[in-house]
């Protein structure tokens, strides 16, 4: 029925479509338009006709499909009912099973999760540990390196200084001879003593030549040491750009080997005799001499065929030092002479000594036997007669004593052989000594 009111829709409206399409010649159709009305009346009571017969029986579809809907979802209800029922106890069962199961295998695989997590939490807790120490060197590294960039900014300041002053000549001499003087003090150098500054002398042609340093040496030799270097191409090269810098390390090269060949010119081992027959050039900074070296690779073997010896503070220490040990060898010479002439001395005063020492003995020994002889004349003598006073009644206060021992004083023989002097005089007390202990009378 539907279909038939939608197609009596599509006839009106296309009815209606007609009619305005032909409404234009209305003018020459005017009988042909009540006709039409008409046929419109007509279809229209039928079209409302449709409708209220598609809607009744839209009503009944509507009651029915209702009463189908009750019935159904009342059998639904039932079987579902039931349904859930032996499914609930179906799943109850297999849940609980399963649940069992499941708890074995939950517990099971638990240990197993634990052995294999274990290493990595151990692992994890000392990266956690080397993460913390990363931690606390990383803070010391970036205070290191804060004081590390304010060192350097510190430098870049007091080179930017040093390399202002050096555009100085006279700043530039005396920074030489400056850095000289440590070098010299470094070694162990003492001034007046291990070296001597500004000492001059005169040449051949009444010229006076003054070397900055007389480092001396054993026997009166020396050797000379300049510090008076040129740096003004070096200077410029350091702050110039890349198209200049190749052309100014040149001219830094030609400048020293120009001064390597005035240096040569003086003669310095000449005008100081004995001394070696070279100067040495001082390079206060490595990099000034290396630098010159890379666009004049011969400069240095040029120099020293020309008596001139270039040395870094680096080369000039272990120079010294040489001439320190060359020092201690003449010392220690100095030394060994000293020790054998006062060596000598002593044994000659030795040897004095022991003359005195065997005079000595043989008066002791003279002594011993000339109180030993008073002692045996005393008693068998003199005391002898004075006990015949008693016998004829003299009355004493004080008694005589019976004997007087004698001493018997022997004096050690020295076991040197310098302390034994044997004379005559010594044997000749021996024989009285003897004599004296044998009781005879002198």
């Known amino acids: 029925m539907l279909s038939v009111g939608f197609g009596i829709a599509a006839a009106a409206a296309f009815a209606v479509g007609w009619l305005l399409a032909h409404a234009?010649?209305?003018?020459?159709?005017?009988?042909?338009?009540?006709?039409?009305?008409?046929?419109?009346?007509?279809?229209?009571?039928?079209?409302?006709?449709?409708?209220?017969?598609?809607?009744?029986?839209?009503?009944?579809?509507?009651?029915?499909?209702?009463?189908?809907?009750?019935?159904?979802?009342?059998?639904?209800?039932?079987?579902?009912?039931?349904?859930?029922?032996s499914f609930l106890t179906l799943a109850q069962t297999a849940l609980e099973k399963a649940q069992n199961g499941a708890k074995s295998d939950l517990d099971a695989r638990q240990k197993e999760i634990a052995a294999m997590v274990e290493p990595v939490r151990q692992t994890l807790d000392k990266l956690e540990g080397r993460l913390h120490e990363t931690g606390r060197d990383h803070s010391t590294l970036r205070g290191q390196l804060r004081s590390v960039a304010d060192t350097q900014e510190l430098l870049r300041q007091q080179t930017q200084s040093l390399v202002n002053a050096l555009k100085s000549p006279n700043q530039r001499g005396r920074w030489g001879e400056v850095q000289l003087r440590n070098v010299l003090e470094r070694a162990g150098m003492l001034p007046h003593c291990d070296f001597v500054e500004k000492d001059g002398a005169t040449d051949d042609d009444g010229r006076r030549v003054v070397p900055d340093v007389r480092v001396l040496l054993p026997n009166h030799a020396c050797i000379v040491i300049d510090s008076k270097v040129p740096i003004d191409a070096y200077l410029k090269w350091s702050d110039a750009d890349v198209t200049q810098r190749d052309t100014l390390l040149r001219d830094h090269a030609r400048q020293v080997r120009e001064h390597v060949r005035s240096l040569a010119s003086k003669s310095y081992w000449a005008r100081f005799e004995p001394c070696p027959e070279f100067v040495v050039m001082f390079v206060p900074a490595e990099p000034l001499f290396s630098a010159a070296l890379q666009t004049d690779p011969t400069l240095f073997d040029d120099a020293v065929d020309q008596r001139v010896v270039p040395a870094s503070p680096l080369t000039l220490v272990a120079l010294l030092r040489t001439v320190a040990a060359a020092w201690q060898q003449q010392r220690l010479a100095e030394n060994a002479e000293e020790i054998r002439s006062i060596g000598k001395e002593l044994y000659d005063r030795l040897a004095t000594m022991a003359e005195y020492v065997a005079d000595v003995g043989a008066h002791l020994r003279r002594a011993g036997a000339a109180y030993d002889q008073f002692v045996g004349s005393l008693d068998a003598r003199v005391l002898a007669s004075?006990?015949?006073?008693?016998?004829?009644?003299?009355?004493?206060?004080?008694?005589?004593?019976?004997?007087?021992?004698?001493?018997?004083?022997?004096?050690?023989?020295?076991?040197?052989?310098?302390?034994?002097?044997?004379?005559?005089?010594?044997?000749?007390?021996?024989?009285?000594?003897?004599?004296?202990?044998?009781?005879?009378?002198?």
């Open 24 to 85: 234009r010649g209305a003018a020459r159709a005017a009988t042909t338009t009540g006709a039409l009305r008409e046929e419109l009346a007509r279809a229209e009571a039928t079209l409302s006709a449709e409708r209220s017969g598609a809607a009744e029986k839209l009503a009944v579809v509507q009651r029915a499909e209702a009463s189908l809907r009750e019935a159904f979802a009342a059998l639904s209800a039932d079987a579902l009912k039931q349904n859930n029922e």
């Open 386 to 442: 004075a006990r015949r006073f008693r016998d004829l009644g003299v009355s004493p206060t004080k008694e005589l004593p019976e004997l007087l021992a004698p001493v018997h004083l022997e004096v050690r023989e020295p076991r040197a052989t310098e302390l034994r002097v044997p004379t005559q005089e010594s044997l000749i007390d021996a024989e009285l000594v003897t004599h004296v202990t044998e009781g005879e009378p002198a």
